[in-house]
């Protein structure tokens, strides 16, 4: 029993560090998704701010383009003046050609007339003058012709030029919209995958409060394999308990494997004292408490409050019960057997009764925790009586004893605190008792 016991202690100790340590898993989760969280925040920052710059560059590239078709029209304005400074020019030049040409013909003219004169060939020099009239018409024409070609080719290439400069804009305005259409896709890629990695890590997270309620559960599980019945020795004794088996009510073997003949025997466990420990304790161990307080801590169904009322003369015995319905049982108890004058019972967790554990002369405690709290909740309660019951000289009667209690929760007695006192287990007190059971009760002084 005790080695099934300690095991079972052992392995409860294990489960709740793993349980701390997946507990201290899940927080460092948490913290990690909040810095990732930071990370997609400031991703976010950066995208904005990529955004900002792109449009700025935008912004830049149509001021350049601006700035590029004005150079462009000052460009063609300039040709304009040059090409129309050139047939100035030109024009001039003709003009002076032409003079020059009209002044060599009047010239020409008047020597041929003079010769025509003297030689009488006026007529043929006519038609000689006539001719290069014409020839020097022809050139101007084809003269003329050529600037007109010139100019056309300019205005062409004028053209030319800006439509390229539109392809050429259209083109970067294209480049730009791609580049922003891309950021656009990456960044709600980007987004989309932080997203999925946060889904990720909330589905993750739940499953591990899946798998740490599971392992909660199958150490609960752990804790029942093998099956306990319950059964308070003050309420039936072995002679009683053996009867209900016999009778089908109880039984003493469960079944391991159904359909087979294997069987093992049942534990059975007592969350009180039976009336042979009662007459043990208060007949054997504990002096003569008369104008003394006893407190019971968790005092169920209030078998020491009835025990001390019976074989002690404590002026009170009061009985401290967190379970609401144990007290209600225990107060009808009380008034149906008119104990009240000597007995109470207070409904509160030990852990607030302060002034209560400081007046007490004897507290008992009987496996009060171990079946009924988690150890961390164990730890505090037995701190909080270490710290209170302090009255030097009174008793503290312990099942199992202090070492136990406290070993199990690897929890130090306090030096200088209580000591054990001897008790005589060498009783005989009926057949009904069992001396091991009666090795469990210790006895402590407070120091
Ligand atoms: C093993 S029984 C004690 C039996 C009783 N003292 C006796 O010897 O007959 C433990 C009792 O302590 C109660 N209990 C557990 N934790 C408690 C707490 N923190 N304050 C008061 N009672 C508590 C439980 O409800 C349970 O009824």
Same mark, same amino acid.
């Given at each position: 029993?005790?080695?099934?016991?300690?095991?079972?202690?052992?392995?409860?100790?294990?489960?709740?560090?793993?349980?701390?340590?997946?507990?201290?898993? &899940?927080?460092?989760?948490?913290?990690?998704?909040?810095?990732?969280?930071?990370?997609?925040?400031?991703?976010?920052?950066?995208?904005?701010?990529?955004?900002?710059?792109?449009?700025?560059?935008?912004?830049?590239?149509?001021?350049?383009?601006i700035v590029m078709m004005m150079m462009v029209m000052m460009m063609k304005v300039m040709m304009i003046v040059m090409?129309?400074?050139?047939?100035?020019?030109?024009?001039?030049?003709?003009?002076?050609?032409?003079?020059?040409?009209?002044?060599?013909?009047?010239?020409?003219?008047?020597?041929?007339?003079?010769?025509?004169?003297?030689?009488?060939?006026?007529?043929?020099?006519?038609?000689?003058?006539?001719?290069?009239?014409?020839?020097? %018409?022809?050139?101007?024409?084809?003269?003329?012709?050529?600037?007109?070609?010139?100019?056309?080719?300019?205005?062409? %290439?004028m053209?030319?030029m800006k439509?390229?400069m539109?392809?050429?804009?259209?083109?970067?305005?294209?480049?730009? &919209?791609?580049?922003?259409?891309?950021?656009?896709?990456?960044?709600?890629?980007?987004?989309?995958?932080?997203?999925?990695?946060?889904?990720?890590?909330?589905?993750? &997270?739940?499953?591990?409060?899946? &798998?740490?309620?599971?392992?909660?559960?199958?150490?609960?599980?752990?804790?029942?394999?093998?099956?306990?019945?319950?059964?308070?020795?003050?309420?039936?004794?072995?002679?009683?308990?053996?009867?209900?088996?016999?009778?089908?009510?109880?039984?003493?073997?469960?079944?391991?494997?159904?359909?087979?003949?294997?069987?093992?025997?049942? +534990?059975?466990?007592?969350?009180?004292?039976?009336?042979?420990?009662?007459?043990?304790?208060?007949?054997?161990?504990?002096?003569?408490?008369? @104008?003394?307080?006893?407190? +019971?801590?968790?005092?169920?169904?209030?078998?020491?409050?009835?025990?001390?009322?019976?074989?002690?003369?404590?002026?009170?015995?009061? @009985?401290?019960?967190?379970?609401?319905?144990?007290?209600?049982?225990?107060?009808?108890?009380?008034?149906?057997?008119?104990?009240?004058?000597?007995?109470?019972? /207070?409904?509160?967790?030990?852990?607030?009764?302060?002034?209560?554990?400081?007046?007490?002369?004897?507290?008992?405690?009987?496996?009060?925790?171990?079946?009924?709290?988690?150890?961390?909740?164990?730890?505090?309660?037995?701190?909080?009586?270490?710290?209170?019951?302090?009255?030097?000289?009174?008793?503290?009667?312990?099942?199992?004893?202090?070492?136990?209690?406290?070993?199990?929760?690897?929890?130090?007695?306090?030096? @200088?605190? /209580?000591?054990?006192?001897?008790? +005589?287990?060498? /009783?005989?007190?009926?057949?009904?008792? +069992?001396?091991?059971?009666?090795?469990?009760?210790?006895?402590?002084?407070?120091?």
């Amino acid at each position: 029993m005790m080695m099934v016991m300690m095991m079972t202690k052992m392995m409860t100790k294990m489960m709740m560090m793993m349980m701390k340590v997946m507990m201290k898993v &899940m927080v460092m989760m948490m913290v990690m998704m909040k810095m990732m969280m930071m990370v997609v925040m400031m991703k976010v920052m950066m995208m904005v701010m990529m955004m900002m710059m792109v449009m700025m560059m935008m912004m830049m590239m149509k001021v350049m383009m601006i700035v590029m078709m004005m150079m462009v029209m000052m460009m063609k304005v300039m040709m304009i003046v040059m090409m129309m400074m050139m047939m100035v020019m030109m024009m001039k030049v003709m003009m002076i050609v032409m003079m020059m040409m009209m002044v060599m013909m009047m010239v020409m003219m008047v020597m041929m007339m003079t010769k025509m004169m003297t030689k009488m060939m006026m007529m043929k020099v006519m038609m000689k003058v006539m001719m290069m009239v014409m020839v020097m %018409m022809k050139m101007m024409m084809v003269m003329m012709m050529k600037v007109m070609m010139m100019m056309m080719t300019m205005v062409m %290439m004028m053209m030319m030029m800006k439509v390229m400069m539109i392809v050429m804009m259209m083109m970067v305005m294209m480049m730009v &919209m791609m580049m922003m259409m891309m950021m656009m896709v990456m960044m709600m890629m980007m987004m989309m995958m932080k997203l999925m990695m946060m889904v990720m890590m909330m589905v993750m &997270m739940k499953m591990m409060t899946k &798998m740490m309620m599971m392992m909660k559960v199958l150490f609960q599980i752990q804790q029942c394999s093998r099956p306990t019945l319950h059964v308070d020795s003050f309420l039936y004794d072995e002679d009683q308990v053996d009867s209900l088996c016999e009778n089908g009510t109880l039984s003493r073997t469960f079944c391991l494997n159904c359909g087979s003949q294997r069987t093992a025997a049942l +534990d059975f466990v007592s969350h009180s004292f039976s009336i042979s420990e009662l007459r043990f304790l208060f007949q054997n161990i504990l002096p003569d408490l008369s @104008g003394r307080t006893l407190v +019971d801590v968790g005092s169920r169904l209030g078998a020491v409050l009835y025990g001390g009322y019976v074989y002690s003369s404590a002026s009170r015995l009061l @009985g401290l019960e967190i379970s609401e319905e144990f007290v209600q049982l225990q107060n009808e108890m009380l008034q149906k057997y008119r104990l009240t004058d000597r007995v109470q019972v /207070v409904h509160a967790d030990v852990c607030t009764q302060e002034v209560l554990l400081q007046n007490a002369d004897v507290l008992i405690m009987n496996n009060v925790f171990e079946y009924f709290m988690e150890p961390s909740e164990q730890m505090r309660a037995w701190r909080f009586i270490i710290q209170t019951f302090r009255k030097s000289g009174s008793l503290l009667v312990s099942v199992p004893s202090l070492q136990e209690s406290l070993g199990a929760l690897q929890e130090a007695l306090l030096p @200088g605190w /209580v000591e054990e006192l001897p008790v +005589d287990y060498n /009783v005989y007190l009926g057949r009904d008792s +069992d001396p091991d059971s009666l090795r469990q009760i210790h006895l402590y002084r407070v120091m």
